[in-house]
């Protein structure tokens, strides 16, 4: 797994490369989330960027009549009523080249037809750089050449899917017409749709994205512009019902769990891939420990975590000069607040909001983000440090979904002891 980091960060540094439309395809180059706030660290100079492809394929056939546009775009609710679905639709099985890893069912109109794929083997053997196509099922004849196709790829890093969306988007520099999250049988899902030309034609598709393990698949209905509304509610349907038939873990990659067991108690999980540096002597009444994100000689992503007694007397101003101080000691330089929001709505600031500041190591800028939180009885510190978005987009993306996990699971340890927002 160390190597499949290591070319997965090496795979994607310094990509620059245009974006351009194909028959046939369309190559998407990827960058960062919206506004989403998200002692040694290495800020890495160079730029990484994805080189993702998602086949919107063969899209030629001209569209005799022009419809209009459904007010909801990506419909995903009383879609068709259940003697049409029993009647016209069916659930299609896929276990591509094999593999029960990759096997997936989805509902899809009875009469389409299911094009056999030739996948390169290089795209088999690199399942980190490429979305790997599964299954297209096309509707010949039909207007507008409407299609439904199934792809994945593989990750190794942890991400959170509405990250990866939205850089996904911005690095292609491409204006959905409706990016929305939902849940669609019981899978956390980001539903985007785009419109994009192609030899003087306008097309449209909607890709839904999911996670499912280390696998994030995409399931892209498109056709062409004028034809988009008679199709709307099909790839709705192939959205909401497709479900891989695997089992998967929640996480990306494999997780340890940290325990402190003393006081004040401190749990949480991280993935293995990041380093756990134990402060050799703590004072009484704290625990605390920091993670380090590290492939080979480099340091990508640093969290620092303390929890520390109440009776200590520390307010969550307290805890924030601390926190600040931490790092500074370490020789971080902390600048300006450059953004912040509330991650418990009515809460006294600092607690409960996350902060990023401008940071400073020698000629180098990143940022840290820093969060206070209190129980009553214990007040916990975090603090994440990061290279800017667009220095190094993968340290940033998966730096940042680890800060989530640790935050997340503390504030479900705090719940256990009864606290409630």
Not at 43 to 72: E, H, N, Y
Not at 107 to 124: A, H, I, S, Y
Not at 145 to 165: A, R, W
Request: charged fraction near 25%.
């Amino acid at each position: 797994m160390d190597d499949a980091r290591s070319c997965f960060f090496t795979i994607f540094a310094s990509v620059n490369r245009p974006m351009h439309f194909e028959t046939g395809a369309c190559i998407l180059v990827g960058q960062s989330e919206a506004f989403r706030l998200r002692k040694r660290v290495l800020f890495m100079p160079w730029k990484a960027t994805i080189l993702l492809s998602v086949f919107f394929g063969g899209l030629l056939a001209s569209c005799s009549k022009q419809r209009s546009l459904p007010a909801d775009l990506a419909p995903y609710e009383n879609l068709f009523d259940e003697q049409s679905i029993a009647e016209d639709f069916v659930n299609l099985k896929v276990t591509p080249f094999g593999r029960h890893d990759l096997s997936f069912e989805m509902l899809v109109p009875k009469d389409w037809k299911e094009v056999q794929l030739k996948v390169p083997r290089e795209m088999l053997l690199k399942p980190y750089s490429n979305f790997v196509p599964l299954c297209r099922v096309v509707a010949e004849g039909e207007e507008g050449t409407p299609k439904i196709e199934v792809q994945v790829l593989k990750l190794p890093l942890e991400l959170g899917l509405t990250d990866f969306v939205i850089n996904y988007l911005e690095g292609n520099h491409l204006r959905p017409l409706l990016r929305r999250p939902g849940r669609f049988n019981g899978r956390r899902v980001e539903d985007v749709v785009v419109s994009t030309s192609s030899e003087g034609r306008t097309y449209m598709a909607r890709m839904t994205f999911s996670m499912h393990g280390d696998k994030l698949f995409v399931v892209v209905g498109s056709c062409e512009k004028g034809s988009y509304g008679a199709w709307a509610r099909h790839f709705g349907l192939a959205a909401v019902s497709f479900r891989p038939r695997k089992p998967a873990p929640p996480f990306i990659e494999k997780m340890a769990t940290y325990v402190y067991p003393g006081t004040p108690y401190l749990e949480f999980r991280h993935p293995v891939s990041w380093k756990v540096v134990q402060p050799e002597h703590l004072p009484e009444g704290m625990s605390g420990t920091d993670l380090v994100l590290q492939v080979k000689d480099k340091v990508f992503g640093y969290i620092h975590v303390k929890a520390v007694k109440s009776q200590l007397g520390i307010d969550a101003y307290e805890a924030l000069s601390r926190l600040k101080k931490d790092f500074e000691d370490s020789g971080i330089l902390v600048g300006k607040l450059l953004r912040e929001s509330e991650l418990v709505k009515g809460q006294r600031s600092p607690a409960f909001r996350i902060q990023v500041w401008q940071a400073f190591h020698s000629d180098q800028v990143g940022e840290l983000a820093t969060l206070i939180m209190s129980d009553g009885n214990t007040i916990y510190a975090l603090g994440l440090l990061v290279p800017p978005r667009n220095q190094n987009l993968l340290a940033w993306m998966t730096s940042w979904r680890v800060f989530e996990i640790v935050y997340g699971d503390i504030i479900e340890q705090m719940e256990r002891k009864g606290w409630r927002p």
